[in-house]
Nanobody, 127 residues
Framework: QVHLVESGGGSVQAGGSLKLSCAAS????????LGWFRQAPGKEREGVAV????????YYADSVKGRFTLSLDNAKNTVVLQMTSLKPEDTALYYC????????????????????WGQGTQVTVSS
């Protein structure tokens, strides 16, 4: 069973930066998809950024491209989401998520495909 442990998050003013980390354990497959989703109050959970642990292919939501960077430490099965130029609309509960095999360009946003989720960490951006 895959277990995800999140750290980071917090509160920052608009334009600031934050970092989220997620450590995964319990993988039984070599290639997995690991990354971050977020959910704002009253909104559906949406994909932010994910990465293929096998080949490093990374996928980003259009709303965060150029501002967020997802990196992978394969030896530690850990991903780090570096968030810069944060906006109030980035405020949400951020969840680490993982699924077996590749992220797949056309399905990486599909929350139902992800079998493992972290507990969530709050990111609040004030204007």
């Amino acid at each position: 069973q895959v277990h995800l442990v999140e750290s980071g998050g917090g509160s920052v003013q608009a334009g600031g930066s934050l970092k989220l980390s997620c450590a995964a354990s319990g993988y039984t497959y070599r290639d997995n998809c690991l990354g971050w989703f977020r959910q704002a109050p009253g909104k559906e959970r949406e994909g932010v950024a994910v990465i293929d642990t096998g080949d490093g292919d990374t996928y980003y939501a259009d709303s965060v491209k150029g501002r967020f960077t997802l990196s992978l430490d394969n030896a530690k099965n850990t991903v780090v989401l570096q968030m810069t130029s944060l906006k109030p609309e980035d405020t949400a509960l951020y969840y680490c998520a993982s699924k077996h095999f590749n992220c797949m360009p056309r399905r990486w946003r599909t929350t139902g495909d992800y079998g493992a989720w972290g507990q969530g960490t709050q990111v609040t951006v004030s204007s």
